[in-house]
């Protein structure tokens, strides 16, 4: 029986093989649609950090007989913020393709059981853990002061900058949960991450995913940032949500920018990660210095190794080429000495200068090893990085024994 619309077949005689079906009828080699799939490896989530393809985003891709693309995208949540910007990115992809006359992105959602499977497959597999275990080849630098009003976090986020600008994978935590300042130093004060069934995606500035408490807080009638005041239960369960539940993908480096002082946070970081290395961040001042110090001896109560001591607010320069020092002196030079008896040598990694640009990028949201890398405390803060920018195996245990 037919449909009327087809020809009725014949079968072939006994003992002879049935004839193939005329090349019309067969499905047709598309190395167009080959060269579309091919050009969308290169069309990056600009929050996972990784292409659509890998994340099975692409829903289908065909091309008709005049050249005209039609790429469906999954994305991954209804009113993803990234939507506009995978769309613009597909569309470019798509038409850049030689014999492509135009391009139509269609853009869907994933089905709850597309977000598990890509929740999973980002997880590799395993249950929801700590990302950075003993065995994780990221470098953790934990940026410490004994005090507040030192620049710590505005020298974190440039840090962070910095190393993201030599082209590594970089990710910063602001664990500094009651004066949490990030996301204004790096312009994305008003970014909020993006949760897919548990699994919470960070913003990305210059380069860097950036997470804070700040970005989870409702602001309140007169625009400011709810207060937070949490006791160290609260305080120790959110430092530990933000090293399982966000998504930071294969880092580099990790930067965590620590309250001052040596509270919960400081504790329940060198719980959660000993093999940290931390940086303590002081004004020449004596009094700061001192106090400084304190922060690095509790860092070293839980295991964790201080690397170094940076030095901020060292001077003003002056246009006859001397110096004002506005804080005083010797500041880093005693932290470090502190820091070094019965103990290796703790290096004073830099001095930074005082720096109208450096204090501008961190208020306009413009971090000023990008706004202007040429400044005095541009250049200082690039050498520190270009020192801790590493990774690799030396010191870390491998996870097995040999017999």
Known sequence: MTDGNQPPTTPPPAGQPAREQPAAQQPAASPLKDSVLTALTRVIDPEIRKPITELDMVESVAVDAAGRATVVVRLTIVGCPASDRIERDVTDAAASVTGITAADVRLTVMTPEQRAALTDKLRGGREKSMQFGPYSLTTIYAISSGKGGVGKSTLTANLAVSLAARGLAVGLIDADVFGFSIPGILGIANAKPTQIDGMILPPVAHGVKVISIGMFLPETTDGSATAVSWRGPMLHRTIQQFLTDVYFGDLDVLLIDLPPGTGDVAISLGQLLPQAQVIVVTTP???????????????????????????NMAGLPQPDGTVLELFGSG??????????????????????????????GGDGGVPVVVSDPMDAASIAITAVAGGLGRRGLVGRPLGFSVR
């Open 285 to 311: 001042q004596p009094a700061a210095a001192d106090v400084a110090g304190r922060s690095g001896a509790v860092a070293r109560q839980t295991g964790q190794r201080v690397i170094g001591v940076i030095e």
């Open 331 to 360: 500041g880093g030079a005693l932290v470090a000495r502190q820091l070094s008896i019965g103990h290796e040598a703790v290096p004073v990694l830099a001095s930074i200068p005082l720096s109208v640009a450096l204090r501008a």
